[in-house]
């Protein structure tokens, strides 16, 4: 494991952490709640592509993390919180959005590169 994964896997644990937290207890960032799914999961989305090379990878990768974030949804009826499946969807789409965001920004990236070449 390298140390970009390493990072992937703290934020996947944090992120769990937030997801499982008990009842009314749980942090909040005083935002709407769905943007606070679909950026936490945007930018694990971002991580995925940064800290795996191999367009398989990162698609295996992909699609464990909207597992994840279905299981974080289950897992949060457990610990006294509603599960949601728009907080499901808003995961899912904060992950594309990621994935987008990131091959646009390597894509700006390698047409500076090459136009300094």
Known sequence: MNGRQIILALYMTFIAALSLWPGESAPSLNLWDKLQHFG???????????????????????????????????????TGRDASLLDAGANGLGLLCGVIGFW?????????NQQRS
């Open 104 to 112: 646009v920004l390597m894509q700006g990236i390698n047409y500076l």
């Open 40 to 78: 936490a999961y945007g930018l694990m989305g971002v991580l995925i592509c940064w800290a795996l090379d191999k367009r398989k990878q990162r698609l295996v990768a992909l699609a464990g993390a909207m597992g994840f974030g279905m299981l974080m949804e289950a897992g949060q009826g457990v």
